[in-house]
């Protein structure tokens, strides 16, 4: 066999080895760098987009948002025909869209939907649609928006269709869109929803049985190519299934999780595996320290024998070293892990409220050890702080993050995926707008990073971008 022939089989290997590690992709979503939070239905909060490297000179820029407000979520829209691309937000009373090109960084455009900044619940949760089209939620209220002209990134956005749904259904909330095209949604009372794909319209519900003192709260949930739904609440974790007419409940486990009412389990739930291999729900837990806790989401191996003391869904338990919780109302872990394969990560939390300069430390990533069936600590860090959703980079094999330290100023990092050393580290500076307080940190075509912070937008992209 010729050298050639080598590197060619071998090319092909490397690059079948990472598709099979990647989630079936969901048909139904904007062809978007990042279209879901998340990016995507099993929230792994991956992208194959290469991200900020070492020898990177980073240009910083700002854009206010309405209200100087900020939600968790920014995400990419599909590029228009000049090449351009916008990215999508939402505050408690507006969603919002700004242009981004190598020369501008701005919102073009905002739309008001609540007139109640005080209530909050419009900042979570967003889904971008094919076509330019985005939906959003306010009370029992559905709203799809659109562009004046979806050929032109400057465009007005314009209200396309609303929806109302019953007065059972108090919140819409956590937009999640399923593979089979429907839309499903979770309320804070442990309602689950799902509405047709094309008309809004109510297709099902089911009502999450809780028990006294236990709550639903802000937590998302991931879902599988299969109708597979996994949500927690602050006492159990669920598995359910949309089987096209009806939800219905798979299986529950029943564990002690920790926290309190407003925290939550603390993370969203996020899905390993796929096809025939082992399939995995992973969340992170409210106990000190918290644990990184694995269940199997489908079949349990029948050579499965346990782990003592636990229900047999139960795969791994893991307890993060050093974790703490940063408030009393707050999980050590928030953000939800960001996974690749059977890996997956995470970081200590330190609020919503402002980092301190003496943040809590704390960067974790786990593996799932397929031959052993086991989750297995590969390694942590001690010594530094990523406050933000992690992003994980499969291009640069690097996971991003920023946060505060000691001098009071903000850095960027990019640590290596598979060894967790420092492969970048920008500094920011100590403007409080370099404030993350836990959002979503997104990758774009041009290798920039753009998040929240705690009154605007915030772009870090590499001079040498375009």
């Avoid at 998340?38 to 980073?58: A, V, W």
């Avoid at 772009?459 to 040498?464: E, F």
Wanted: glycine share 8%; aromatic share 12%.
């Amino acid at each position: 066999m010729s050298a050639m022939n080598k590197y060619t089989l071998l090319f092909l290997f490397l690059c079948q080895n990472i598709m099979a590690q990647q989630p079936p992709p969901n048909s139904n979503l904007a062809d978007s760098p990042f279209p879901a939070v998340h990016n995507g239905s099993y929230r792994q909060g991956n992208t194959d987009l290469p991200g900020l490297k070492k020898e990177d000179r980073l240009e910083i820029s700002f854009a206010r948002t309405p209200k100087d407000r900020v939600s968790p979520w920014v995400l990419y829209s599909e590029q228009y025909p000049d090449g351009v691309y916008t990215v999508w937000g939402s505050t408690s009373t507006h969603i919002f869209k700004a242009i981004t090109t190598k020369n501008e960084f701005k919102v073009v455009s905002d739309f008001r939907i609540d007139k109640n900044p005080m209530i909050n619940d419009l900042s979570w949760s967003l889904l971008l649609l094919p076509g330019h089209k985005v939906l959003t939620y306010d009370d029992n209220h559905l709203f799809l928006f659109g562009e004046e002209d979806p050929n032109d990134a400057y465009s007005k956005i314009i209200l396309l269709k609303k929806v109302t749904m019953s007065k059972k259904i108090k919140t819409l909330s956590k937009l999640c869109q399923l593979y089979d095209g429907t839309i499903a949604f979770a309320s804070n009372d442990g309602l689950i929803g799902i509405l047709d794909g094309e008309d809004f319209s109510l297709k099902a519900t089911y009502q999450i049985p809780l028990k006294r003192r236990e709550k639903a709260y802000h937590n998302d949930y991931a879902a599988d190519e299969e109708g597979n739904i996994f949500i927690s609440t602050t006492k159990k974790m669920l598995g359910l299934q949309w089987n096209g007419k009806n939800i219905v409940s798979k299986w529950e486990v029943y564990m002690d999780f920790g926290g309190n009412r407003f925290q939550g389990i603390g993370t969203t739930p996020t899905l390993l595996g796929t096809g025939d291999d082992d399939k995995l729900v992973c969340v992170v837990d409210s106990q000190k320290p918290a644990r990184m806790l694995a269940f199997w989401r489908d079949d349990i191996p029948s050579d499965w024998k346990g782990i003592t003391g636990q229900d047999k869904r139960v795969a791994g338990i893991v307890a993060l070293p050093g974790s703490r919780p940063a408030g009393k109302l707050m999980a050590a872990v928030e953000n939800s892990p960001t996974a690749f394969g059977y890996e997956i990560a995470c970081a200590q939390y330190n609020g919503f409220i402002g980092q301190s300069c003496n943040t809590k430390k704390g960067v974790y990533k786990l593996e799932w050890k397929t031959k052993i069936n086991a989750l297995e600590l590969i390694w942590h860090r001690n010594d530094i702080n990523l406050n933000n959703v992690l992003i994980y980079s499969s291009a640069t094999g690097a996971i991003y993050g920023s946060g505060r330290e000691e001098d009071c100023k903000y850095y960027y990092y990019a640590l290596d995926w598979k060894t967790g050393k420092t492969v970048s580290k920008f500094l920011l500076g100590a403007d409080k707008r370099f404030d993350d307080p836990g959002d979503a940190n997104v990758i774009g075509p041009d290798r920039s990073i753009i998040y929240n912070s705690k009154k605007c937008m915030v772009r870090l992209m590499p001079k040498d971008s375009y």
